[in-house]
């Protein structure tokens, strides 16, 4: 099974989430997983069974969300994560805008971040429970950014959480949602995406040039075993094992 793992970005660490994405996928020693920090190895996607994202910020040109779309179309499925989804610019006021300038590409993966409130517990439902990722899981509570999405076409919500109220560090503030996708599965042609919204991490360097230094590291979800039972079964997922 040949996977492709692309992790990159800004104002995360990605070097750790790199690191323990490669140690999951050792679990698993069928596997062999290239590694890159954008999109452009497009012969390595073309070729790989499963494609993961761990991103923040960065888009593929359209010639490469065209091999997406054809990695998608021809069985190929793809596990992103967190930010993956995010296009991020900081205005002159302060603001934090979430332009849609990738639409073709926010349409494959079926969402597009816009906000999140501030970092702290919040509960997950499960919303499928006949589903293999979710299967025999309860709710849960989980500290980790709460991402808040557009959806950009129909998507199958696996778990969801709730959320009402404002965040002002965004221009997309004010959200009062029953269902906020936490994981969801979308079908594209023979392949799928699976989004799993979990998983901020930033260490003490992350947010330059925005600030030198971050006093406060996070890992969030990466401290929840039911955040890597999660990743685990995307695996299985990917290689076809949770059909």
Not at 9 to 22: M, N, T, V, W
Not at 53 to 63: E, F, G, Q, S
Not at 207 to 225: M, S, V
Request: glycine share 6%.
């Amino acid at each position: 099974m040949k996977t492709h793992l692309v992790a990159a970005g800004k104002y995360h660490d990605i070097d750790f989430a790199r690191l323990e994405l490669l140690k999951l996928l050792a679990e698993h020693p069928e596997i062999r997983t290239s590694v890159s920090s954008d999109y452009s190895d497009v012969d390595r996607i073309e070729a790989a069974d499963l494609l993961i994202t761990y991103t923040c910020d960065l888009m593929p040109t359209p010639a490469q969300t065209l091999v997406l779309a054809r990695f998608l179309d021809r069985g190929g499925r793809w596990l992103a994560l967190h930010g993956t989804n995010s296009i991020l610019r900081m205005a002159e006021d302060g603001k934090v805008d979430t332009p849609d300038v990738a639409p073709e590409f926010m349409a494959l993966l079926g969402s597009r971040f816009t906000a999140h409130p501030a970092i702290e517990p919040f509960k997950v439902f499960v919303t499928r429970p006949d589903h293999a990722m979710t299967r025999g899981l309860r709710d849960f509570r989980i500290e980790d950014e709460l991402y808040l999405t557009r959806r950009t076409t129909d998507i199958d919500v696996l778990l969801h959480t709730k959320f009402t109220g404002h965040c002002d560090e965004f221009r997309d503030s004010d959200w009062d949602e029953p269902e906020v996708p936490v994981l969801y599965e979308r079908a594209v042609g023979q392949g799928a995406v699976l989004y799993l919204t979990l998983g901020h991490c930033r260490g003490h360097y992350d947010l330059q040039p925005l600030t030198a230094f971050w006093p406060h590291p996070q890992r969030c979800g990466w401290n929840y075993p039911i955040f890597y039972e999660l990743l685990r079964r995307a695996i299985g997922w990917g290689g076809g094992q949770l059909d």
